[in-house]
């Protein structure tokens, strides 16, 4: 069964470092998405990303945020500069159409220091 | 923005018995999704409810959607220690999820 693949799976930063998050999303998808679960709380929308572009993005995606598609395979969603309450479970997600159910990564869990 | 509000928030139950957990919604959506989560785990798709009146079964779970009322229920028939987990409802608003706050379930043998 085809997969969301995410790397690394987990990451420690110091706090200020930049990250970069690696997704590669289910070959003939077209939407993809990155939500986050900060420990024992619930899944969070960020941003979805369709036809090169960002189509929604919610009030914590800010200014710190960034994703990109830069090939035809990876997505990715960089956060500049890391603040402790960036430490959170960053999931992909990619669906074929809109009215489908996503497919989620395994997920990165990222440690701000 | 929608608010999605789940009960319970934690269920511990007997191997063997039945139970629902609730999701209710504040706003107009026909697109609904169950997932489960393990600890530590990624999200695992189990529903997609996409009209009113939508039911759905696989094994001892079956799912269920009423759009006027908004809410869907989970309906966990005869559960096995297997079933423990979270278990979140999404309600789709255009091209994002909003999530539930989960349901952890923990099944006693």
């Known amino acids: 069964e085809p997969e969301v693949t995410q790397t690394p799976s987990h990451q420690v930063t110091q706090m200020g470092q930049e990250v970069i998050l690696r997704c590669v999303p289910i070959?003939?998808?077209?939407?993809f998405y990155w939500y986050r679960q900060i420990l024992g709380q619930k899944v969070e929308f960020l941003v979805s990303?369709?036809?090169?572009?960002?189509?929604?993005k919610s009030e914590i995606f800010d200014d710190q945020f960034s994703v990109e598609r830069p090939d035809g395979s990876n997505f990715t969603l960089k956060i500049r500069s890391t603040k402790l309450e960036d430490s959170a479970m960053y999931f992909c997600?990619?669906?074929?159409?809109?009215?489908?159910?996503?497919?989620f990564g395994s997920g990165t869990r990222l440690t701000v220091v | 923005e929608l608010k999605v509000e789940q009960n319970p928030l934690f269920l511990s139950m007997q191997e063997g018995k039945n139970y629902t957990i609730y999701c209710n919604y504040s706003?107009?959506?026909?697109?609904l999704y169950w997932y489960r989560q393990d600890p530590g785990k990624s999200l695992e798709s189990l529903f997609v409810?996409?009209?009113?009146?939508a039911v759905k079964q696989e094994g001892r779970l079956m799912a269920s959607l009423d759009t006027k009322a908004r809410l869907s229920t989970l309906h966990i028939t005869a559960a096995v220690h297997d079933l423990s987990a979270t278990y979140f409802c999404?309600?789709?608003?255009?091209?994002?999820?909003?999530f539930g706050t989960g349901t952890s379930l923990t099944v006693i043998p």
């Open positions: 706003t107009t959506s026909d697109r």
């Open positions: 997600a990619s669906s074929a159409e809109l009215n489908y159910g996503y497919t």
């Open positions: 999404a309600v789709a608003d255009g091209n994002q999820f909003y």
């Open positions: 070959s003939n998808h077209l939407y």
């Open positions: 990303f369709y036809n090169n572009e960002i189509s929604e």
């Open positions: 409810l996409l009209s009113n009146g």
